[in-house]
């Protein structure tokens, strides 16, 4: 290589030659010090290596070299094969491709990958906490659980149900007193704010009057019992209460009966209606 500018006998720089890749002839010489314009759109797009040289008076040549990436056609990525996988059989391989030009969106630049594992698996932990917490843990508030919001249809009905129960059961008046219509009244008085209002009860903390086994019994006596004198460290299909419920002994022996027969006849419960003087003799 010809040294034009060099100046024989000075260890001084003379001379930087770039030369690319493989190739043995410079493309660009300058004298230091130098700016150079490198235009990658000569060059194929892939790996590439550029070697500086500089060669000074006395004929000693310094070399550095950079390898670089030209790229000046699309983007492209690959997902579903990665360098030097072990793969058998049939792969399936996303691809995609982007230009430089084109904005930047990471929905094109990106191909669609699997959902990781471990993804699921947080999302099942996660649902079997929620569905776990739901059914153990989470307490009704008493005014949600009276509010009519929750179950329009049963609330609006419930009522008149209890009216047409009472004729259904063939009787339910005493001396012109039709205690069981009165019962829906009076239970939303005394006894919702536990029980709620379509007698779903609170889980875990009030027992639900709908399909309870004591409610919907052939034989009101336990029923009776409970309202007149409270319960207390029961347990109602398995489930322990730790609150307790309150005596309604104070209620008159109509009140009572009209209460009772509300819940017999309401919510899907069909047990046969009481009259004041059950309540009476229970007393
Ligand atoms: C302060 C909350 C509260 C109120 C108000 C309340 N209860 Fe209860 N009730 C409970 C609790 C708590 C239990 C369960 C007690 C236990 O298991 O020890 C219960 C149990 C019952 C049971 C027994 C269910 C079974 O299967 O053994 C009946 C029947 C009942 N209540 C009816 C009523 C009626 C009728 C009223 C209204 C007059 C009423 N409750 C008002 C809290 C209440």
Redesign the pocket.
């Known amino acids: 290589m010809d040294a034009p500018h060099a100046t024989a006998g000075s260890d001084a720089v003379a001379e930087i030659t770039l030369t690319m890749d493989d190739e043995t002839t410079p493309f660009a010489t300058y004298r230091p010090p130098a700016v150079c314009t490198l235009d990658t759109t000569s060059l194929p797009d892939g790996p590439h290596v550029l070697h500086v040289r500089a060669r000074d008076g006395l004929g000693l040549v310094g070399v550095r070299s950079i390898p670089f990436q030209v790229q000046n056609g699309p983007g492209i990525t690959i997902t579903g094969l990665r360098a030097h996988e072990r793969v058998s059989g049939s792969v399936t391989i996303d691809l995609n491709a982007f230009s430089a030009s084109e904005p930047f969106d990471p929905v094109r630049a990106e191909s669609s990958g699997p959902i990781p594992v471990w993804t699921w698996v947080m999302i099942a932990l996660i649902s079997a906490w929620a569905g776990w917490y739901g059914l153990t843990q989470f307490q009704e508030p008493a005014a949600f659980a009276l509010s009519a919001a929750k179950d329009p249809v049963a609330a609006a009905n419930a009522p008149m149900r209890t009216t047409k129960s009472v004729h259904d059961s063939g009787g339910g008046t005493v001396a012109g007193f039709d205690y069981a219509a009165s019962g829906a009244n009076?239970?939303t008085a005394?006894?919702?704010?536990?029980?709620g209002a379509t007698g779903a009860?609170v889980p875990g903390?009030?027992?639900p009057?709908a399909a309870?086994?004591?409610?919907d019994a052939a034989d009101p006596k336990?029923?009776i019992g409970?309202?007149l004198h409270?319960?207390?460290?029961?347990?109602?299909?398995g489930?322990?209460?730790?609150?307790?419920?309150?005596p309604?002994a104070q209620?008159s022996d109509n009140d009572?009966a009209a209460?009772?027969d509300h819940?017999r006849t309401s919510w899907g419960n069909a047990a046969p209606i009481v009259n004041p003087d059950d309540v009476k003799r229970a007393r």
């Open positions: 009076l239970y005394n006894c919702s704010a536990c029980h009860g903390a009030f027992p009057l309870d086994p004591v409610v336990t029923q409970i309202v409270g319960l207390h460290g029961a347990k109602i299909k489930t322990p209460y730790v609150s307790q419920m309150p309604f209620l009572i209460i009772i819940e």
